[in-house]
C-alpha cells in the first residue's frame, strides 16, 4: 500500500532533550517536506526537499534540522526542543512539487 | 514574504447550502495553487490549479483561478454533513524558492443537518 509514515504518533518529551520524528514514504517520490500546524495558522513549511541531499528552508526552520541521505526517509531533528515547539506535525511527499502531497498520519509533539 | 489567506476563517451552514471559499496570494514566481480538506486527520487533496480561468470540478465541489487578480474560489454546492471539514489552500512558488508551499490559516466549515 503506497504511503507516508511517520513515527512516533504522540510525544512527551522535556526541554532539551534531543528527538527524532521519522518520516517514510514507499512511493519512490523525490519531494518530501515537513509541515507543523497550530491552531489559528494553517499548515507551516518547516523544511523540504527536492530530491537526495538536497534540503532547503520552508518559512520556520528554527529549531530544527532535516536530512534526506536516502529517497524514502526525511527525519525531522529537533537537537534542543523547546515548549514553543509544542504542534501537530506532518510529512509529506509528492512525485514532484507541483502534484499533490501525500501527507502522513501527523505526530503530536507535546514539550513541557 | 510570501503570503496565502483564506476568507471566511470560519462558516456555519445547513445541508443543502451552496458555499463559497476564498483564497488570495502573494507568492514569488507563482506555480499552482492546491485546495485540501482536512478533517480529523491529514490533509487529503481536492484540487490544483495553474492556468487562470479554468474551473477544475470533481461532484459537487469546484474551483478556478484568478492570476490577474490573485486568487482562487472554492464552491461546494447542495452541501452536506459530510463536507463539514477544515479547506486549507496553499501556493506554490518559482524561481529560486521552487518547492516551497506556503499555506493559508484555513476555512472551518460547519454544515449541519
Known amino acids: 500500500e503506497a504511503q507516508v509514515t511517520q513515527n512516533p504518533r504522540y510525544l512527551i518529551t522535556v526541554t532539551g532533550k534531543k528527538l527524532t520524528v521519522t518520516c517514510s514514504q514507499n512511493?519512490?517520490?523525490?519531494?518530501m517536506s515537513w509541515y507543523r500546524q497550530d491552531p489559528g495558522l494553517g499548515l507551516r513549511q518547516i523544511y523540504y526537499s527536492m530530491n537526495v541531499e538536497v534540503t532547503d528552508k520552508g518559512d520556520v526552520p528554527e529549531g530544527y534540522k532535516v536530512s534526506r541521505k536516502e529517497k524514502r526517509n526525511f527525519p525531522l531533528i529537533l537537537e534542543s526542543p523547546s515548549p514553543n515547539q509544542t504542534s501537530l506535525y506532518f510529512c509529506?511527499?509528492?512525485?514532484?512539487?507541483?502534484?499533490?502531497?501525500?501527507f502522513g498520519p501527523g505526530t503530536r509533539l507535546t514539550v513541557t | 514574504e510570501d503570503k496565502v489567506v483564506q476568507s471566511p476563517l470560519s462558516l456555519v451552514v445547513h445541508e443543502g447550502d451552496t458555499v463559497t471559499l476564498n483564497c488570495s496570494y502573494e507568492?514569488?514566481?507563482?506555480?499552482?495553487l492546491l485546495w485540501y480538506k482536512q478533517e480529523k486527520k491529514a490533509p487529503t487533496f481536492l484540487f490544483m490549479l495553474?492556468?487562470?480561468?479554468i474551473e477544475k470540478k470533481s461532484g459537487r465541489l469546484s474551483s478556478i483561478l484568478d492570476k490577474k487578480e490573485l486568487f482562487s474560489i472554492l464552491n461546494i454546492t447542495a452541501t452536506q454533513t459530510g463536507d463539514s471539514a477544515v479547506y486549507l489552500c496553499?501556493?506554490?512558488?518559482?524561481?529560486?524558492?521552487?518547492?516551497?508551499?506556503?499555506f493559508g490559516q484555513g476555512t472551518i466549515l460547519t454544515v449541519h443537518p
Open positions: 507568492v514569488t514566481n507563482f506555480r499552482s
Open positions: 496553499a501556493a506554490n512558488a518559482g524561481g529560486t524558492s521552487y518547492g516551497k508551499l506556503t
Open positions: 509529506a511527499s509528492s512525485p514532484s512539487v507541483t502534484y499533490e502531497q501525500y
Open positions: 512511493m519512490n517520490h523525490e519531494y
Open positions: 495553474t492556468s487562470s480561468g
